[in-house]
């Protein structure tokens, strides 16, 4: 059973003193406007409807708490480059996300959502350098890996591990397509960690591939890994040959 399937709605934050005082441990979704950060929520918890997915941008407009367990969460944040009123972005960014973001105590770590066909935007590069100081871990997610070809996969990899490796942060990173339920095992692994969770029930290969040994053949075409940015600097990928390299 995927490690997040208990996950239910709990409750939509749009003030700071109405964060939920109850949460020992939570994990923060950020990223692009329309990225895929509601999309990997509902991946992670094999839901399709838990958090709100829109073709529109700029849907989630509050924080979204989903409780995975007493106490623990998973937390949609607002996303960022979508077109609103400079003065509204201000707004929202000071007197909710960068507190919330900085000063949130039970806050463990950050999933990055970027798009896999254009990471690295500038507004993606910022919140990398604004979050890394805070001493906790940044997972980037590389989303929609669906729509890239597995030379493309490779050359979004690569170019995201450059960058991460010279953030100095705690950064990890992983293909994945909330789509094609790609990157949920290792994705459910890192945040699992964060949350002091057992990653036990999430060893299951996933449920739409037929058995164990595909899923090792189809994890190997699409490079699927969460490298930490210490290994990548140890061992960096071989010209043209680096897909899958640490995969069990
Ligand atoms: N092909 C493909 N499409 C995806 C994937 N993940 C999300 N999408 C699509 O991308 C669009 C945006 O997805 P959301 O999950 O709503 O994105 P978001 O980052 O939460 O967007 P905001 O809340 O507006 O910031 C939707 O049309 C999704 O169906 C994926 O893995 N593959
Ligand atoms: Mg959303």
Known sequence: MPLFQKAVFQTTVARLQDLPDDSQAEIAFAGRSNSGKSSAINALANHTRLAFVSRTPGRTQHLNYFRIEPGKYLVDLPGYGYAKAPEEIRAQWEGLLA?????????????????????LTELDLQMLGWFAPTGKPIHVLLSKADKLTRQQQELASREVASVLTATGGRCTWQLFSSLRKWGIVQAETVLAGWVGLSVKEAAAPPASLPGAARTRAKRAAIGWSARSAGRQQKKPPAKGGSRGQDMP
């Open 99 to 119: 507190p919330y973001l900085r000063r949130r105590e039970a806050l463990c770590g950050l999933v990055l959502i970027m798009d896999s066909r254009h990471p």
